[in-house]
T-cell receptor
Framework: ELKVEQNPLFLSMQEGKNYTIYCNYSTTSDRLYWYRQDPGKSLESLFVLLSNGAVKQEGRLMASLDTKARLSTLHITAAVHDLSATYFCAVGVTGTASKLTFGTGTRLQVTL | DAGVIQSPRHEVTEMGQEVTLRCKPISGHNSLFWYRQTMMRGLELLIYFNNNVPIDDSGMPEDRFSAKMPNASFSTLKIQPSEPRDSAVYFC??????????????????FGPGTRLTVL
């Protein structure tokens, strides 16, 4: 059974600081996604990572994938308050059609 | 495109009543997913469909839950009878599916706004 773990579960950081969220998964995967969820809202797709060494960047967020280590990271550069949200990684397994397994989520709080 | 549409957005009901949640996926999407989100258990996949056919319902908690997809543009999740522990936010999501395009970007799931269910 595929397990997807994120850490930390909760992160409080000051504006302007850098930090990284980690996503580990337990079996071989051919695709990994990052989502954002604002409080009381739905999930919004951020990135799709499809190959070893893939890197995607959007604004202050950068995601990377190491399929050999079964690890993805979401790096936050110079955090701003608007980035406060819960971030989920989701992993797909070859042969399971469109199914994704979501991690536990990392709640990010950016303070002034 | 209007995105994934769910109704109702909020539902408050009493224990023992039947609850039906509705979902309209994005036009052209071939895969549809039902999730439940709670503080205690996080985001759980209940069931998903490919081309209107249920593929994996192993996440459905018990026989009180059932889901149907009679056509490509509509799905329902029914709880009968409802219990207080069913209180949660239920999300529907859809994706295009890679089997048409061969590209895994097509696996990106787009989520609806959710239905917040409260069972008293």
């Amino acid at each position: 059974e595929l397990k997807v773990e994120q850490n930390p579960l909760f992160l409080s950081m000051q504006e302007g600081k850098n930090y990284t969220i980690y996503c580990n998964y337990s079996t071989t995967s051919d695709r990994l996604y990052w989502y954002r969820q604002d409080p009381g809202k739905s999930l919004e797709s951020l990135f799709v990572l499809l190959s070893n060494g893939a890197v995607k960047q959007e604004g202050r967020l950068m995601a990377s994938l190491d399929t050999k280590a079964r690890l993805s990271t979401l790096h936050i550069t110079a955090a701003v308050h608007d980035l406060s949200a819960t971030y989920f990684c989701a992993v797909g397994v070859t042969g399971t059609a469109s199914k994704l397994t979501f991690g536990t989520g990392t709640r990010l709080q950016v303070t002034l | 495109d209007a995105g994934v549409i769910q109704s109702p957005r909020h539902e408050v009901t009493e224990m023992g009543q039947e609850v039906t949640l509705r979902c309209k996926p994005i036009s052209g999407h071939n895969s549809l997913f039902w999730y439940r989100q709670t503080m205690m258990r996080g985001l759980e996949l209940l069931i998903y469909f490919n081309n209107n056919v249920p593929i994996d319902d192993s996440g459905m908690p018990e026989d009180r839950f059932s889901a149907k997809m009679p056509n490509a543009s509509f799905s329902t999740l029914k709880i009968q009878p409802s219990e207080p522990r069913d209180s949660a936010v239920y999300f529907c999501a859809s994706s295009q599916g890679p089997h048409l395009t061969g590209h895994h970007e097509a696996d990106t799931q787009y989520f609806g706004p959710g239905t917040r269910l409260t069972v008293l």
